[in-house]
């Protein structure tokens, strides 16, 4: 199973954009690779130390724990990199 988290807060303009187009790829992807996607959401709001890694970053994207990217979020950068997985 391949984990996306989307980390971000409440009030953040950019992030509900990463998140759709996270939720977007994931949906286009082929059964045999989007069915094995969990796309989990974080709030920097909750974890202090979240908020201490990321707090000027939000939005960011980890994928399986590993930084993917952050502020924008390109769909086929994102695409390309759920397929090789």
Do not use: N, Y
């Not at 994928?63 to 086929?76: C, G, L, Y």
């Amino acid at each position: 199973m391949t984990s996306i988290t989307v980390i971000g807060k409440p009030g953040c303009h950019l992030c509900p954009t990463a998140l759709g187009i996270v939720e977007q790829v994931v949906a286009e992807l082929p059964d045999e690779i989007g069915d094995g996607i969990d796309i989990v959401e974080r709030s920097i709001d909750d974890d202090a130390a979240l908020h201490e890694l990321w707090w000027e970053k939000i939005p960011v994207v980890l994928i399986d724990d590993e930084f993917h990217a952050q502020w924008r979020v390109s769909p086929e950068r994102l695409r390309e990199r759920l397929e090789k997985a």
